[in-house]
C-alpha cells in the first residue's frame, strides 16, 4: 500500500503544482498589467518593483490555493479514471476510501500550510509590499504608520498618534498631535477624545493644548472643539479596513477589543479573525468535496468534466462564503457562523456525495 499512497501521492502534486502555478501566474499577469503602468508613472525603479512583486507571492498563494486544491483532487481522479487504474484498484479489493486517504491527508498538510501563510507570512508580505509601494516606489514623504492599534502619522511639523480608528464613522479615538521645531524638539502638544472627519478637514473633540513657547511653563488652554491642520487623507486610514483581511488574527482580535472598549460595533474584524482560521481549512473541505464528486462521476466526464466541475464547485463556495461573510460583517449573522458557514454546508454536501458513490 505505501507504492499506492506515493503514487497517488505524487500525481495529486503534480496536479497541484500544475494548478497553482496556472492560477497564480494569471493572477501576477493581472497584476503586473494593473501595477507596472502605475509605478512607470511614479518613477518605480526595476529593482523595486520586482521586490513588490515577490513579496506578493504569499499573497497570491493565499487567494488561489484553496481552488486549485480542489482542481487538483478533481483532475487527480479523473486522470486515474480515463487510464482504468480506479478500475483495476477496485477489482484488487482496495476501497474508495483507502484511495482516498494519501489525498484527505495531503489535504490536512495543505490547511495547515496555508494557516501557517495567513497567519506569520503574510502580514508581514504585505507590510513590506505597503511600504515598497507607498516609499520606495512613491516616495512618499508624509506617511501613516499602524502598529497593532496604534496609528501614527506625520505631516510637517505636526506627529499624530492615535490609539484607533473606526472607519464607519471615520473616527480617531485617543488622539494626541505633538507640534516639533526643526530639531525635533516638540514646542506644542494637543490632547483630544476623538477626531472626526468632515468637509475635508480634521475636527478634534474635547480638546487640551498645551504650548510650550511661553517664557516659563507652558500655556494651557481647553475648548470643546477645535479644526486640525493635517494633511491625512481618509482614505489613508481606510487600509485598516479594506485590507484587515491581511492582518494577523491577534492583531485582529486586539483591534476589535480596542474597538468594543470604546463603544463601537467590531463585527467586520470579529469576522475576519475567525476567517483567518476558517479559511484554511477550506483547503481540506475542497479535497472532501472533489473526491466524492470525481469518483461519482468518472464515468461520464473525464479532465474535462474535472475541470468544468472545479469551476462550477469552487464559484458555488465562494459565492456562498461572500454572502455570508457580509451577513457577518453587518452582524446578521454570529462572527463564527459566518466564518465557518460555508466550510459547514460544503463538508455536509462532501459526505453526503461520499454516501452516495458505491463502495
Known sequence: MAILDRYIAQTWLRMLLLCLGGFVGL???????????????????????????????????????????????????????????IIALRSCGVSLLRLSLPMLALGVVASILLFVNAELVLPHSYARTEFIDRVKIKKKGEYVTFKRNNIWFRSGSKILQARLFEPKSRMLSGVVVWEVDNSMNPVGRIDADTAVYREGGWVLNNVDSRDFRTPSGYAQQSVQAMPLDLNLKIEDLQVLDIDADNMSIRTLKEYAENLKRGGYVAYRYLTLM????????????????????????????????????????GFAYFVVNAVLLSYGRSGVLTPVIAAWGANVLFMLGGIWLSMTVKG
Open 274 to 313: 475567525h476567517t483567518k482560521i476558517a479559511m484554511p481549512f477550506a483547503a481540506l473541505i475542497m479535497v472532501l468535496l472533489g473526491i466524492p464528486f470525481a469518483l461519482k462521476n468518472s464515468r461520464s466526464g473525464g479532465i474535462a468534466m474535472g475541470i468544468g466541475a472545479s469551476v462550477g464547485i
Open 27 to 85: 493572477y501576477l499577469v493581472i497584476d503586473l498589467i494593473e501595477k507596472i503602468p502605475r509605478f512607470l508613472r511614479a518613477g518605480g525603479n526595476a529593482g523595486d518593483m520586482l521586490e513588490y512583486f515577490i513579496c506578493k507571492f504569499p499573497e497570491m498563494i493565499s487567494r488561489t490555493a484553496t481552488f486549485s486544491i480542489l482542481m487538483a483532487t478533481m483532475l487527480t481522479l479523473a486522470m486515474l479514471s480515463r487510464d482504468s487504474e
